[in-house]
């Protein structure tokens, strides 16, 4: 009954179709914008807490070379640099045990096994000085 | 009254007690008995008090 009047037909689907898709592409293209940012900063910052550890254990590993070396300023800056660590919570709780164990070992080698065997004992008493253990 | 056997022990070893209690403690466990007694060790400064674990 159009014909010859120069109007087409156009299912009235793919006109509820094409607004649809008007409407829905910017939107699904800023969807994807945003996805995209929250997976870089998210990449971001596992490569940062990465960085962090890694940093974090290259002062360990320099602490525990320094107390290990066994001199006195060494002691004590590798003693203040794990201190420090700790209570700056860049250790990560699963290091403690770490620090727990090679301080203890340190601390135990520096006493002496014969008379930390005595400090064990509680009728010694353990005084802080420039004495023959440690 | 027999007098009480005294220790003496290094300022470093007492540090690195220290240092291992407060890390002991952190990790939820219970520092080693030995060295947290090195930990108290009270300072050589006549009749002074043993200090509180760091």
Redesign the interface.
């Known amino acids: 009954m159009y014909e010859g009047q120069g109007v087409s037909m156009i299912p009235t689907w793919i006109s509820v179709v094409g607004v649809v898709m008007t409407v829905l592409s910017p939107l699904l293209a800023l969807g994807g914008v945003f996805l995209g940012s929250y997976l870089t900063r998210k990449s971001d910052r596992e490569l940062d807490t990465w960085r962090h550890r890694e940093e974090t254990m290259r002062m360990v590993r320099w602490a525990v070379e320094q107390i290990l070396a066994g001199d006195e300023a060494g002691t004590d800056a590798g003693v203040v640099t794990l201190r420090s660590l700790m209570r700056s919570e860049l250790l990560q709780p699963e290091d403690y045990d770490l620090v727990a164990a090679l301080t203890a070992s340190v601390a135990i080698d520096r006493v002496g096994p014969a008379a930390y065997a005595d400090i064990a004992d509680a009728d010694i008493e353990v005084v802080e000085g420039d004495g023959e253990h440690g | 009254m027999a007098e009480?056997?005294?220790?003496?022990?290094?300022?470093?070893?007492?540090?690195?007690?220290r240092?291992?209690v407060?890390?002991?403690r952190?990790?939820g466990?219970k520092?080693?008995?030995?060295?947290a007694?090195?930990a108290?060790?009270?300072?050589?400064n006549g009749n002074g008090t043993a200090p509180a674990p760091?």
Request: net charge positive.
């Open positions: 009480k056997k005294t220790i003496r022990v290094s300022r470093q070893a007492v540090e690195l007690a240092l291992h407060e890390a002991a952190r990790a466990r520092p080693e008995p030995g060295v007694r090195i108290g060790a009270r300072p050589d760091a």
